[in-house]
């Protein structure tokens, strides 16, 4: 019984995706059940952007994760993304912690390419940017694309799709703080979007929050 009742909630789920919100289809913030979820020790969560299809996703841990590589599958939408990363006492050795994939790579009848993000010790996110809008038959709002900015000024995107209509939104990380993390929503797609913000990423800090996550903000808008 208890599995059948966890089916038929997968496939609500799916059919979320598939039909308008109430929202009329327009990009919004939300934040609800996942206000209480777990999360890494030491970080702040900041966003989501994008629709309400799909199932919640996030992270946990003990501290704050160390991102080690992003792996993206993208077409005219993002739609799937998952990433390794480490804890602190990890060894920075093989093999690292999985979190992911959120969405199916080929869903929609689309081959996705697949992009890999490559982060070595010492190089951080510092900046997640995208937009948000419609794909394919979804009449709910989902991911169409993202961009990652780093520490050492490299900039890895946009994969997906910036189409005419879009909503912009950028997460930008304060001076000494990165993104560690992810959380959001996903289905067949990547439906909605947030970063875990750690407040200081010196090798010396901590993972207790300290006032530079007063710094933290957030900009949406349209490019």
């Not at 704050?64 to 993206?72: D, N, T, Y």
């Not at 289905?187 to 901590?206: E, H, N, R």
């Amino acid at each position: 019984m208890n599995i059948c009742f966890f089916l038929a909630g997968i496939q609500f789920g799916r059919l979320l995706e598939r039909e308008a919100d109430n929202s009329g289809g327009v990009e919004f913030t939300w934040r609800g059940a996942l206000d209480n979820v777990t999360k890494p020790r030491g970080v702040i969560s900041v966003g989501p952007w994008g629709g309400s299809g799909g199932q919640p996703f996030y992270m946990r841990g003990a501290s704050a994760p160390r991102l080690r590589s992003i792996v993206l599958y993208h077409s005219g939408a993002v739609h799937s993304l998952a990433c390794d990363y480490t804890l602190a006492g990890d060894y920075e050795g093989p093999p690292p912690r999985v979190a992911g994939p959120w969405g199916l790579p080929h869903s929609y009848g689309s081959r996705g390419a697949r992009t890999k993000i490559d982060l070595p010790s010492g190089e951080h996110i510092t900046a997640v940017e995208g937009t948000t809008g419609h794909f394919a038959n979804v009449l709910g709002v989902v991911i169409t694309s993202l961009t990652f900015r780093t520490s050492s000024g490299r900039t890895y995107g946009p994969y997906g799709s910036v189409a005419a209509g879009s909503h912009y939104f950028s997460v930008p990380a304060a001076d000494g703080a990165c993104i560690v993390g992810f959380w959001g929503r996903s289905g067949w797609l990547l439906d909605a979007i947030g970063v875990y913000m750690k407040p200081s990423c010196s090798s010396s800090s901590s993972d207790t929050a300290t006032p530079a996550s007063k710094k933290v903000k957030a900009v949406a808008g349209v490019p």
